[in-house]
Every structure is written in C-alpha cells, then in structure tokens.
C-alpha cells in the first residue's frame, strides 16, 4: 500500500514513475499537469521555434499558461515543479527515461509519423507509445512503422480540461500488446483518475462523433424549425439531463471555431452512408461569426454575449435568423413537459418538435454505434456522461423515454431502425437481476456490469441491500467486512437535524456491533454544510432556541464523533463546506478524493464556524511544529483563513491549510473512493485509540485586539464590509480565548461555548439573515 | 335602534399613543402633518359621518338600488351625500396632491375609512372602488392616462370600478374570456360580460372608469395571459369632459342579501375603447396593486361594521330592563335589572369590545407600514414595511371580516328577538357583514395566500417582520408588573404559532395538501396571536399613561381590563387552533366525494 493508503493497486502501474508529453498545446500541457498532479516527474517537450533565443520556449511558455490557468490545472501550485520543459531537437534522448511517452502534437499525419520515427529510435524498447489523436484512425499513425513500435503504440484521447474531465478514451489496435494496453490503462485509472473507455479504431471514436452528430443536429433543426435560440437551450439542456447550458450556450463555452474542425475530419473519414453526413450543411451564421471573431465566450461574443456598452450589463442572444444581437429572453417550456421527457417529446408545438427531431436522430444514431465503435452500450453511456456531461448516456435516456415509443416514432417518420434498438423494443436496455445491474448485450443478452477490483460503489450496495437505518436525510448501509457508511441524502447533502441525529445513531451502532465507520456518498458534492434554509427560516420566525439547539447537538454529536473507539474516515468529493468541513477535522482520518473542495466558509454568510471548527483548526495549528511558538500564531493563521472564507482548489491544498492532515489520503479515481476509504479505516481497527483531549494556550483579549485591527484595516482599505468586521469580532473573540489570559490553559469545551455564544449573537443580526437569503437565492456572497 | 358614534378617543389612543404618530412628519411629504391637525381632520369626518352618512344607512338598505334601461339608480339622498362628500374635499385624502389629493397619511385615512363603513357601509363603497382604481392607475398607468384619468377620480366627479369577475371566472381568473382587439390608433376595443361589479353604474359621478382585465388575441392561456385596460363609460372629449358614450353597458343588477345601497352590476362590454394599463399579459400584476389595497379597505369594512354592532349593542344592553342580576338586584328601584348586568351579556361585549380595539390596534400598525413603505427615506425600512404589508394583508383582511361578522351576529343577540326583526338595525348589520367574508378573495383564499405564498417568500422572510417585534416584546416584559401577566399567555399562544409556522412550512412543502387543510386555521391563529400583541401593547401604553398627571383612569383602566379579558377569554383559542392544524389533513380528505 502506498502512503496514500490505495487499495486494490495492481503490480503493474508501479512501473510508470516518468512519462514525456510531446506537444505543449492546451492538450499536452494540461496532460502534462494532470500527470504532475499525480505525483509524477512529466517531460514536456515541443518543438524550437524558428530563431529563439531558449530553445525550450514554448514548452516553458505553457508551464507558465497552466500555472495561471482557470479553472487550476494544477492541484498544488509545487507541482508545477515536476513539469521538466524542454524541446525535440535537444531531449529527445531523455525519452529512453520515460515510461510512457504521449503525442499530443498538431493534428497532421505526416508531422506525427515522422514524429514516431524519432521516438521509436529513442525509446526504450517495449515503452508504451500512445498519441491524443482525436480524429486519426490508429491503423493510419502507425502504417509503415516497425512491429516493435505497432505493439507498443496506442490512442489515449484526453478530453479538455485534462485534469477536471473524467473521460479517457482508449483505442488499441489489433496488434497493440495487452500489457502496454494494460499498463496505460492502469496507470490512467488510478494515478490519473480516469475512467478508461475502451473504443474501437472508428472515426471520432465515441464521445465527439455522437456529441458532434447531436450538437450540429441541434443547430440545424433549431435553424430549421425557426426556434430561438433560448427556446433551443431550454429543450435541449436540463430536461434531458444535458448540460443545462443547451447546445448553443455549450457551443459558446467550447468555441464555435472548434466546430468545422471537428467536423471536418469526420465528415472525411466517415463512409458516405453514415447518417452523420445528413446532419452536416454549411451554416453561413456561423460561418461568419468565425470569421468575424464572435467565436464564444473565448471571443467578442457567441450566440449569447454580455453587452456592456453604456456602462450596462445586458444579456443577450443572437437572433438566427438576422444574425442581430437582442435582448435574452428565458423561454418556457410546453406545460406539463417539464419533468416529463415523452411530453417533451411529443408536445405538438414547435419545441417539442424540435425535441423529437434532436434526440430522436440523436439516440437512433448512438444506437448504431453499437458494435460499430464499441463493444457495448456501456462503453456509450458512459462516454457521454464523462465526455460531455450528459447526466444520462444515450442508452439511458431511451430507456427512460420508452424503446417502444422512440421506433414507432422513429417508423413514423419513416426512419431505419438500427438492429440494437430493435433488440430493445420489449426489453429495457438495463435491468437489475439478482441486486445487479446488467446491461444488454447485442446479442441480446443480459450481462453484468463488473466493476474493475478496487472499485467500491454504494449505487451497487444498494441494489444488494437495504440501509441498516434511514431518515429523510441520511442512511446507513453495511459495507462489509464490519465497516458502517453513514452517506447523506438530503438536497446538496446539507447538514440538517436528521443526518446529526443519524449520526449520533450511527456512532452508538458501531461501538455496539461494528468495528468502523465511514462517512462517504456519491453526490456531487459531499456536502455543502448546514442546512441555511432551515436556519433562516427558524430565525424568520424567532425559534432562536431551536437554532441553538441544533448548534449544540451537532457539537456534542461532532465531539462523540471524535472520541469515538473505533476509526472514523470520512471521503470526501466535491465540495466539503462549513459543517461538512468541519465533520472532516474531526474524523480519525480523511480518505479525500483530489478534487475536493474544502473550507469554513461560514464568513461569507456572515457566521463563524459553530460545530467545532475553530477548536479543531486552532488544534491543529497549535500542533503544527513550522508554526513559531506562542499563543498568537496559531489563532493569527486561524482567522487568516476562516475570516475571509478560504476554500481549497484540491485535496493537495486543503494538506496546505490544514483542513487536512499530512497523513490523510489522497485517491485520485472517483470510483476508487470508498474501496479506499474502507481500506484506511480497516487498516486503523486494531491499534486504534481516540485522541486525547488538549488543552489550548491562546492570547485572550490583547490578541483578539490584533486580529480585529487587522479586520479594520481590510475595511478602510474598501476590501472588508462592515458587516465583515462585526463577523470578524466575533471569529476573534472564539479564536483568542474570550476572556482568557494566556496563563490558563483553555479546554474544548470552552472554546465550543465560544463558537456558539458568537454564532447565535452573528444569526440574530438582519445584516447576516440578509447575507443567508442572498445566498440561498442567487448562489452568490452579499457584500454587506 | 342602529347607534354611532366615531369612537375618536379610542382612535386616538391608537394613532398618538400607541403608534406614535408624532414621528409620521419625519417622513417624506408628511411634515405638515401633527397630531393636532390629524385631530381636527378626525372631528370634521366624524361629523361628516353622522350627519351625512348614517342618516342614510338604514334607508338606504330599505329601499336599494334600481335598475331600469341600462340606468341605476341609487336609493333616496345618496345623490346629496356623495355632493357633500366630494365638495368638502373628502374623495382625495389619501390621493397624491400631484393629481390633487391632499397626500394624508394611511395611518389617519384609514380610521376615516372606518368611520365611513360604521356609518354606512354601502355608501362608502363608492369611494372605496375609485379609491382602488386610483391605486392601480397611478401604479401602472402611461403618463398620459394618468393626466386624462386621475384629477377627475381625486376630485371625485368621476368614479372607478375594477371588472374582474366573469359568468364562470370568479376565483380563478385564469379562465377569463374578455378579448381586447388593438386598434390602429393604439386603443383596444374590449369585448365580454362582466358580472358582481360594484358601482359599475350608478347617478353619483358624471363618468365612471372601468379597469377591465381581458386577454389580447396573441395572449398565452391562463392566467399569465391577462392584461388591464381602462374603459370609460364615457370617452373623454377633446376638452376632458365627458364626451361620446361607450359601447359599455349596465345590462342589469344583482339582488343581493345585504349592502343594498351599493349597485352590483352586470356589465357588458360590446367592441368598447379601452387603453392598456401596465404591460401586455401582466394585468394581474397591476390587478394585485389594486386588490391589496382593496383587501385591508375590506378588512376594515368588517371592522367598521363591528363598531356599529357594539355600540348599538351597549345601548340596548344598558337600557333594556329584564330579570335581575344573579348575585341580587342591582337596581331595586326600576322594575327589573339592566342586561348589562348579566355575565353572559358582558361576555357577549367584551368579546365584541376586544375584537374591535384590537382590530383597529392591528389595522394602525398596518396603517403605519403602508406610510412607512410608501414615504420612509431608509431603504431596509421600506423592505420591512413591504413584507410586513404583504406579510398581514390576508391577514386583516380575513381575521376583521370574520370577526366583524361574529360582532354583528353577536349585537343582534343582545337584543335577542329585536335584534331578529327589521325595525332595529340590528339585522342590516349582520346582512351587510356578511359579504365582506367573501368578495376580493373569500377568506379561504386569504388563508391560501397566507400559507402559499407570504409564508415561504425568501425562505419566511416576511414572517420576520412579525416575528422578531413580538418576540422582543415578550422577551423585555416579563417582569413587568402590568404587562407581565399578560404576556405569559401571550408568549405560549405565539410559541404555538411558531409550531404552527414550522409545521406547515415542513408538511406543505411535502404536500401541499397538506398547507391547505392548515390554512384557514392558521390565519385564525397568526390573527389572534397578533390581536394578543396588541393587546400586551396596549396595556403597557394604558399602564404608563394612567400615571401622568390628569390622566383619563377611566378610559385606561378599561383598556387594561380588557386586554386582560382577551388574554383570559379570547387568547386561549391558538391552543385549540394549533391542535387542529397539527392534526394534519388525513380526517379532513378522507372521504371520497360520493360519500359526501
């Protein structure tokens, strides 16, 4: 097991401890950075440009992009530093070092083989070679180049941003070894985090043929049916589980110059039969908003922009048909269609039209893909859920509508009915047999999904089991071996009085009769913290008691949680705020996936953290040896954090500011989470003793002096608000002690009486509720 | 025999004392305005009242309006009355003085509203109606309909009326048939039947301006497809008068149980000319401005009736002598006891007594917001008094109906079999209270607006409004020696509004089924919560004051005793009503409609 506790590593991933990137586009430095993210020294080569004084300028350059980049392309801002830059006139040799080698260069056959050449001569033999071509067949980059190099040759297609999207797509050729094959593979999954999709060698492979097919679909029967292109958004994003952007706000998001290239290049390699070439027409609209730079948000604008002029901020759409920017207007959907995807689809007004025309195309076309791009709808679904974010993959969505429905429409229309779909007009394209889902096969077979070893997911424990105990907000599910895993299953796992009374059960259970407990779920978000709609509305009505209430259970509950005698290890993914920040730092252990997202974010809404975070966090500093001595640094770096609502970008950052421990794992695989945080808690039970109480030595009243000075001099510098200082006040006051000198010791009970004296003093004022309400209507902080 | 009265030193008490109306000239457009001119305005309204308006309220009912060929006719001397009205400036107290109104205050025309409803509840409903029509039309209208429209309903010579209300449309005006067709110079010809609108036709005004909700030929079904329109009877000419004749047509009148003096119209609209008020299809938006306003007028018409009903009832009580008192008689002298001696009959008009004052405490604080919304310089205190407004709307509404309609009924049970019969009054009241229960939205949908919508607005923030002051109150009153006493019942009865609130916000959210079946229980309850606010209030004002100097004891101490009377007698009911909620909807939908 490595030091981040991984379970289930197969041998063969231990290999790859260097990998080169050639080609330092947005592609291979964002490649390059995801590689770093994983630990891993990543050479990034590219080649000199043309009387450069450092040869290595580009590959530099884009070292310095990512840096920048935003959304961050690298977990901690150190590994930067395991980017080495260089170029391939000079370091090619530096390639026989390197266990894996990625081109991501320019999408042009020639530059590549010749590419390849160079490699293969400075390779060490049996390196595993693999390109990010995302439209040349394999059979075509590797024609002509030596068997040594063809079995070791295959297509990693990474999907942009590198490190935020899932999807790995993975093509092997048919002389392509298994063990290259394998080690690529293993390596992506566990140290990159991605979920490899196999594909077969076709055009597009699967995520952009079908993705491309459905988006120029989109804009053609949009322009067809004379729909708006808010109109078109809304039928054609959230109904469908699609990204609720719709096709032209994504369109906007990607680029549409993007567009025509990918096109292209299908429209090329794709035989003259293929229903994709039916959806393919010159659009002159978009032709000239290329041409003439509103190519997006990346450009002057898109088929949505911001007009600011007159010093405003107007939201605007493009009118299809004039090519004229107007006003935006939400569109509504057909009554009754909201919810209801067959509805939609039949409404006989133009959006539901325009509805069946997409999709219905959509999904007969993903059905055909099936042998012919992979081997199976799972691979589909999949594809499209990572690769373009569709909440439900192809096969999914027919399932949801009704096979049945889509081919008599589809016959309706007199349109051919792909053999797979056939299959499925008397059978769902999933089931669940025997508390296991399977999906079918095209021989029209049920087969079970397998999920690889060391992947762990309570979607399939749920199908086997029932919750050893359940509320509105919470349950609890037997995962094996005597570990417990408590998963929250209120609206963005906000923490409310269920799940701490679910909690507090769940703690009782496994000292009663298990050896472990996990706290974990499979939401986006692991949780967003306390519940603020239910506060608020209890302040509305002046039940202060019953906030306060709920202040301290969730304290006690909280301090149970820590003193408990068993191992406590909490997964987190996603975003872990306020409350669930603070169930975190007090678990015996933290099993966190890399994207996580941690902070006390209470400031913001103008609170403090009420559940422990400030005694955990002033623990934690207190014992941090790099920390000066005296009561003062401790709570200083405390308020610098919490005061201002630091959330961490990365599990590598939240180590950073201590909302994790040095020894907390990290798992890059989403899927691999609870397998590994079972793992680390098992591994904890046998010599595992709770934590000992400690005592704190803080400033008392001179240091909350300091800290609220430095709260007022954010505030006449017009960064802090005044409603911030009121905040602040009371985040020193909890932090520097109260009335406590710095002689007497202070215990956690203290310091939690603290937290909830500031915290229902700061709920009482109207400038917090105001905070809370804007919050919880618009998303965003209240400057107030 | 019907008695009034204005009770001005109750009104007072309310508006100096307890509300504190020496702080309204610190708002904009109110410096002028000091509790001796407000004193004075009060006097020559109460005269205006009883000599002008209660003279002709039995009359009126007795003799009702009539309808012949299109024309009504309101009953003798209402002509003369609406003269007078209108002559001494009184239409447009509470209007903008940019369209000549004289700007007062709510907290002052409110009580004025009051006096007119005690004295003459079908008259006042002329006024009312131009009143509502002037709201909505200085909220939404262009510019140019406001200079053409509005001077003339200030002054009063012309009067407004609000057609909502179709042969099958009544609550749900989504349903709504009437077209509007644009024409080429930019008006619409209205076409459709309306019917229970009041003051649709009448002698009083030269003219009469109808808002008429109707849908426009590309408009979107239900009820975002609406929009409002100004139609006059007659069109204004190019010199303003009172030109042409429209195609809008009085087609008949209802016959109704009590307000006999007001005429309820059926009206019908044949290629009319209107012009559009406010955006296309967002009529209901300026419909609602109109109705707000409309629904507190209503609720202070339950009040005012109220009034009438208890002061008449004391009269009798006083005087009619039968038995004697059961502790002996009190007075031996005359051949039997007063009523008023008996505890059953006190119980009957204290009962009355609590409601009123208490009701007319609530409709200050209300009246105080609708300043404060309108004419406050500070931007948090506008919002407060927003959602306070909207937080109570359905709220005075529906409580002071159905109280105003338990008084009346609870004046003719003082006069027992006199009460039954015509010659006393006493029956008017109860006919006339009785509609204010119903029209601008019958207090079941009070209840729904109350529980549907006011009370998750921004996740409750308009309960705040509410909340947050009463629970201040009690928590700094109790150890006082007056009002402590009083606010321990206080602080259970709102601790079961609190319950309450949060069961309905809980269970509605779930199933909304659920808020509905807990509605009507729940105003009832937020209702007397509040009546109990202002009564702790109250008393602790009454326990202040009866100390200073000169005092008027009396008028105190009765205002003590009975705010202790509500806190013994009346307060106690939010424990039933919170029993009821929380029982939940499962008795009350369990029968299937064929077993009904």
């Known amino acids: 097991m490595s030091e981040n506790g991984q379970a289930g590593k197969p041998a063969k991933t231990r290999d790859i401890r260097k990998v080169a990137v050639i080609g330092a586009g947005v592609m291979g430095a964002g490649i390059a950075a995801q590689v770093a993210n994983a630990g891993i020294e990543t050479l990034l080569l590219d080649i000199v440009p043309e009387g450069a004084d450092d040869r290595s300028a580009i590959a530099k350059g884009a070292i310095a992009k990512l840096e920048k980049a935003e959304p961050a392309a690298f977990m901690a801002k150190r590994n930067a530093r395991l980017v080495v830059p260089g170029n ?21 056959l020639d530059v590549k083989q010749a590419l390849y050449a160079r490699i293969d001569a400075a390779r060490a033999p049996g390196t595993p070679v693999s390109s990010n071509t995302s439209t040349i067949p394999l059979g075509d980059l590797t024609r002509g180049l030596p068997d040594g190099f063809r079995r070791d040759f295959l297509i990693t297609h990474f999907f942009n941003p590198p490190r935020y999207m899932r999807l790995l797509e993975v093509v092997a050729g048919p002389e392509t070894d298994p063990a290259s094959l394998a080690r690529v593979s293993a390596f992506a999954d566990l140290k990159l985090g991605k979920t490899v999709v196999p594909c077969k060698d076709t055009p597009g492979f699967i995520a952009n043929r079908l993705g491309t097919y ?5 804009v053609i029967e949009a322009l067809d049916l004379g729909l708006s292109v808010e109109e078109a958004d809304a039928v054609m994003g959230r109904p469908f589980g699609f990204p609720k952007t719709g096709v032209f706000g994504l369109l906007d998001l990607v680029g549409l110059d993007l567009m025509p290239h990918v096109q292209g290049s299908l429209k090329r390699a794709l035989p003259a039969d293929d229903p994709f070439h039916a959806v393919l027409r010159d659009v002159p609209l978009i032709e000239e908003m290329i041409r003439t730079g509103y190519t997006g948000r990346k450009g002057k604008g898109g088929f949505y922009r911001l007009n600011r002029a007159d010093g405003g901020k107007v939201k605007e759409a493009i009118d299809l048909s004039s090519g004229a920017y107007r006003t935006e207007e939400k ?30 195309r959509t999904l007969a076309y993903a059905a055909r893909l099936v042998p012919e791009a992979a081997d199976d709808i799972v691979a589909i679904d999949e594809a499209m859920r990572l690769g373009y974010n569709w909440k439900w993959g192809p096969f999914e969505l027919i399932d949801r509508i009704g096979a049945a429905a889509l081919i008599a429409r589809l016959k309706q229309d007199g349109a051919d009915i792909p053999p797979l779909l056939a299959l499925a007009e008397s059978q769902p394209f999933y089931r669940v047999a025997d508390g296991t889902r399977q999906y079918l096969g095209v021989d029209g077979v049920y087969r079970d999904i397998v999920r690889p070893e060391g992947v762990l997911l309570l979607a399939d424990i749920k199908l086997k089991t029932a919750p050893v105990l359940k509320n509105g907000s919470a349950a609890l599910w037997d995962i094996g071996d005597g570990v417990l895993c408590l998963e929250f299953t209120s609206k963005g796992n906000s923490l409310d009085d269920g ?18 407990l996990v706290i974990y779920n499979e939401g986006t978000n692991f949780s967003v913290g306390a519940n603020l709609g239910l506060a608020l509305f209890a302040c509305n009505i002046a039940a202060f008691g019953e906030v306060e209430k709920l202040v301290s259970t969730g304290q006690k509950v909280y301090q149970d949680l820590k003193y408990a005698p068993f191992p406590v290890v909490a997964a987190p993914a996603g975003m872990a705020l306020g409350g669930g920040c603070e169930l975190l730092l007090h678990s015996s252990a933290v099993q966190a996936h890399a994207e996580s997202y941690i902070g006390l974010v209470e400031c913001g809404v103008g609170l403090i953290p009420g559940w422990g975070g400030c005694k955990e966090m002033l623990t934690r500093w207190q014992a941090e040896p ?33 909302f994790l421990r040095a020894g907390d794992g990290i798992t890059m695989n989403r899927d691999r989470l609870l397998a590994d945080a079972k793992a680390r808690a098992l591994a904890m039970v046998e010599a595992y003793a709770p934590p000992k109480p400690v005592d704190l030595t803080l400033p008392g009243p001179s240091g909350k002096t300091a800290m609220v000075m430095a709260a007022e001099g954010f505030h006449r510098r017009g960064v802090a608000t005044k409603h911030d200082l009121v905040v602040a006040d009371a985040l020193a006051t909890v932090l520097s002690g109260g009335k406590a000198d710095h002689i007497e010791p202070v215990t956690e009970a203290q310091i939690l009486e603290l937290e909830r004296e500031s915290f229902m003093r700061l709920i009482r004022t109207h400038a917090t509720l105001a905070r809370i309400e804007h919050t919880l209507e618009t998303g965003r902080p209240l400057r107030n | 025999m019907q008695v009034y009265q204005p009770p001005l030193r109750d009104m007072r008490f309310v508006l100096h004392e307890l509300h504190g109306s020496d702080t309204l000239k610190d708002m904009k457009g109110l410096s002028e305005i000091t509790p001796d001119l407000i004193d004075a305005v009060l006097e020559e309204a109460a005269k205006l009242v009883t000599e002008v308006l209660a003279p002709l309220n039995a009359s009126g009912d007795t003799e009702g309006c009539t309808y012949e060929n299109g024309v009504v006719r309101t009953p003798k001397g209402f002509k003369d009355a609406y003269r007078t009205y209108v002559e001494g400036g009184w239409n447009g107290i509470a209007c903008d003085p940019e369209w ?47 200079a053409r429209f509005l001077p003339k309903m200030v002054e009063g010579t012309w009067s407004g009326t609000m057609c909502l209300t179709e042969p099958h449309c009544g609550t749900d005006l989504g349903l709504l048939r009437t077209r509007a067709e644009p024409q080429p110079d930019g008006s619409y010809a209205i076409t ?51 030109g042409m004749r429209n195609g809008v047509m009085c087609t008949g009148i209802e016959h109704k149980m009590g307000i006999h003096g007001s005429s309820t119209c059926q009206m019908s609209f044949d290629g009319a000319t209107g012009w559009l008020v406010g955006e296309p299809h967002k009529g209901m938006r300026a419909m609602f401005s109109m109705m707000n306003s409309e629904r507190l007028s209503v609720g202070t018409q339950g009040l005012g009736v109220g009034e009438a009903a208890y002061q008449s009832a004391v009269a009798y009580a006083r005087e009619r002598l039968q038995g004697r008192a059961l502790s002996g008689a009190k007075h031996p002298d005359l051949p039997a006891d007063p009523i008023i001696v008996h505890p059953d009959v006190r119980r009957t008009l204290m009962t009355m007594r609590a409601y009123n004052e208490g009701c007319r405490a609530l409709a200050g604080w209300v009246s105080r917001n609708l300043d404060l919304m309108e004419r406050s310089e500070d931007p948090e205190e506008r919002r407060t008094a927003e959602d306070f407004t909207a937080l109570m709307t359905p709220i005075v509404k529906a409580l002071f109906t159905d109280l105003g309609f338990l008084n009346a009924s609870l004046g003719m049970q003082v006069y027992g079999g006199h009460g039954y019969i015509r010659d006393h009054g006493m029956e008017q009241y109860v006919r006339d209270a009785r509609i204010a229960m119903i029209y601008e939205g019958t207090n079941g949908i009070q209840a729904l607006d109350l529980v549907g919508r006011k009370l998750p607005a921004h996740t409750g923030r308009y309960l705040r409004a509410f909340f947050h002051p009463v629970l201040d ?92 009377f509500y806190m013994d007698r009346l307060l106690p009911e939010a424990a039933a009503l919170w029993g009821a909620i929380k029982a939940g909807k499962s008795s009350m939908m369990a029968l299937d409609p064929a077993q009904f």
Request: a neutral charge; proline letters at 7%; aromatic letters at 6%.
């Open chain 2, 100 to 146: 000549g109104g004289q700007g007062l205050p709510a907290s002052v025309t409110k009580l004025i509203e009051e006096m007119m409803c005690s004295a003459n509840l079908a008259f006042g409903l002329y006024p009312g109606l131009t009143h509502g029509a002037y709201v909505a039309l200085s909220h939404h209208a262009p510019q140019e309909l406001k």
């Open chain 2, 192 to 242: 459709g039947n309306k019917i229970f609108i009041s003051a649709g036709e009448h002698d009083l005004t030269e003219n009469i301006v109808h808002l008429v909700l109707a849908r426009l030929p590309d408009a979107p079904k239900g009820i975002k497809g609406i929009s409002l329109f100004l139609v006059p009877k007659f069109l204004p000419g190019p010199d303003g008068r009172p």
């Open chain 2, 473 to 564: 109150f009690i928590d700094a009153h109790l150890d006082h020696e007056v009002v402590g006493p009083l606010v321990g019942p206080l602080g259970k009865a709102f601790g079961a509004l609190q319950l309450a609130t949060g069961f309905i916000a809980e269970k509605g959210l779930r199933d909304p089924d659920e808020a509905g079946a807990a509605a009507t229980e729940y105003l009832r309850l937020f209702g007397v919560v509040a009546l109990g606010y202002m009564w702790a209030r109250m008393a602790k004002v009454a326990a202040e004051k009866r100390v200073e100097p000169g005092a008027d004891t009396a008028f105190y101490d009765a205002k003590i005793a009975t705010a202790r």
């Open chain 1, 331 to 360: 569109a509504a959907l057909p009554e009754g269609a909201e919810k209801d995807l067959a509805a939609l689809i039949g409404a006989p007004v133009p959006m539901g039209r325009y509805a069946w025309r997409v999709l219905g």
């Open chain 1, 626 to 658: 790099s920390m000066p001595k005296g009561p003062m640094p401790a709570p200083s770096k405390v308020f610098e954090t919490v005061s201002v609502a630091t959330v961490s970008k990365s599990a590598a950052e939240a180590k950073d500011l201590l």
């Open chain 1, 214 to 218: 459905w988006l120029q679909a989109a």
């Open chain 1, 88 to 108: 391939i006139e000079d370091d090619l040799e530096k390639l026989a070092a390197c266990d894996w080698i990625i081109e991501a260069v320019v999408e042009r």
């Open chain 1, 499 to 516: 799940i701490i009374g679910l909690l507090g059960k769940a703690l009782k259970l496994v000292k009663e009769k298990h050896k472990a």
